[in-house]
């Protein structure tokens, strides 16, 4: 979270429109808000996620923290983020994408992000995506499932074309166990 909230603050800038992919508990969607949210300009944040508790998480989270000013430019669906297009405002190009993939903290370890939506949601993120912005997957290897959509994740990010894009990937040598970082730039 240290790491990534730090590339993030090099990309997102207030007023800009980002997009949490696997809202959770909410953590990455307030740090999303109060990046995009500012003094003087104020963002736009879309939320999804297919559990409607990992959705109650987040609007708690957001209400007991952001201001209502703020609150009110967080938007939340129950909604796989393969679909992430049928929700979009159009015309608006995205500055950041999150995955954060895997379970639920707290939550039931069978409901999982899954490669095959997984890889429709990155399509749709691409798309997405203005020049100069950021796709962040965080991908957990240690469940059952978990390589394999690290696998097809590395995939997608080795295939971009380096004309428009800078794929990297970041492993955190002290902590062997723990996630890896996948960071998809748009030039
Ligand atoms: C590791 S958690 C996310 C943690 C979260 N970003 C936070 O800050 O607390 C992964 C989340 O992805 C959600 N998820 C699983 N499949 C999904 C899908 N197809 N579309 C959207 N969310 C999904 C799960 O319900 C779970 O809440």
């Known amino acids: 979270m240290w790491l990534i ?3 993030w603050r090099h990309v997102v800038r207030g007023g800009d429109f980002v997009i ?5 508990n909410g953590h990455d969607t307030l740090a999303l808000a109060k990046m995009v949210c500012t003094e003087s300009r104020k963002g736009l944040i879309y939320g999804m996620d297919v559990q409607q508790s990992a959705l109650q998480n987040t609007s708690c989270l957001l209400d007991s923290t952001l ?3 703020e609150r009110q430019h967080v938007r939340l669906f129950p909604l796989c983020h393969s679909r992430m297009e049928d929700i979009l405002p159009k015309g608006l190009s995205a500055r950041l994408v999150a995955f954060n993939l895997g379970y639920l903290p707290g939550g039931s370890k069978e409901l999982i992000t899954r490669s095959e939506t997984t890889l429709l949601a990155l399509d749709a993120a691409a798309k997405v995506l203005g020049s100069g912005g950021l796709i962040s997957v965080m991908s957990y290897i240690g469940h059952r499932g978990g390589r394999e959509e690290y696998e097809t994740v590395r995939s997608f990010a080795t295939k971009l074309p380096t004309t428009t894009w800078v794929s990297s990937e970041y492993e955190i040598l002290n902590r062997p166990s723990g996630p890896v970082l996948i960071f998809l730039f748009r030039r």
């Open 5 to 7: 909230c730090r590339v």
């Open 20 to 24: 949490d992919a696997t809202c959770g």
């Open 67 to 69: 201001s209502p000013n």
